[in-house]
């Protein structure tokens, strides 16, 4: 029975890492996961998701890729639409103050990334909190004893906060309740993990500190990489213009992917696609070898980025 528990847990360990930049810590995910099936009960696998914007591109889908693992592996996804969150803005890598958004836009915004969302998670395995049901809620006293559980020194190590300090551009009191209120969201959900993208680690710590003050198990904190853009430089970005969106015509998108670097085939590869990692690993010997044209794979990465885009639209109607 032991020996049968550790291979599933090996078996969801080696979806579970696929592209994953870092787990932290990964002895406890193991834990967890063991714990999982021993009582049959799923893990809660959070993602936060503000809504500062209409629409998601390519890049935005490497974490909801490695959602739909978690959930085909029959753990259960909670996605936290960040209505109350949304309204400071994550200040994560920003060099300056983010602009307030209204109600208004937060909700138009939800309602549009929602719609594209349930294009790679199964709708029926996901459950969808607002976390203004919780924090709208907080009276002052509440607020301060959550502001109480971390110090503005450990706040302050955050490098974006650290460098406009010592650049002497203005840090907003509000800007430090962004991290303790996505942790908070951790401790309403009681989340056993919790992804994000390499930018969001210190969010994912503070709520891994935070559910530890509250009294429960501290969540896993899993990050994944910031994908590049078709420049092969800066991440995927709509306003530097070097994304691929999600709804892209199917022409659109094979361009696009013809254009990127040949360096980040096997990334986009294994970022984005379910091909198995062993072929990805023989597509990549192969041009190292002179064996492929990379212009060859990169028909092979298009053409399954457009069958991906039929998938996700086929879903959309259901």
Sequence with gaps: MENDIQKQVNEQMLLIKRGVAEIVPEEELKKKLIKSIEEGNPLKVKLGLDPTAPDIHLGHTVVLNKLRQFQDLGHHVHLIIGDATGRIGDPSGKSETRKQLTEEEV???????????????????????????????????????????????????????????????PIGIHEFMYPLMQGYDSVMLEADVELGGTDQKFNLLVG?????????????????PIIEGTDGVQKMSKSLGNYIGVNDEPYEMFGKTMSIPDELINR????????????????????????????????????????QRRIRQKRSLN
Excluded at 134 to 144: K, R
Excluded at 210 to 222: R, S, T
Excluded at 283 to 304: F, H, S
């Design 107 to 169: 909700m138009t915004n939800a309602a549009t990334y929602q719609e594209q969302i349930f294009k790679v998670l199964d709708k029926e395995k996901t459950v969808v909190h607002f976390n203004s049901k919780w924090l709208m809620d907080m009276n002052l006293e509440a607020v301060l004893k959550l502001a109480g559980k971390y110090t503005v020194a450990r706040m302050m190590e955050r490098d974006d906060f650290n460098k406009r300090y010592k650049d002497g551009m």
């Design 268 to 307: 986009y590869f294994e970022l984005l696609t379910r091909i198995p990692m062993k072929e990805i690993k023989n597509m990549q010997a192969g041009m190292d070898q002179g064996k492929l044209n990379p212009r060859d794979v990169k028909i092979k990465l298009a053409k399954e980025l457009m069958l």
């Design 208 to 224: 891994r500190h935070l559910l530890k003050e509250y009294g429960y198990e501290p969540q896993i904190a899993l990050m994944m």
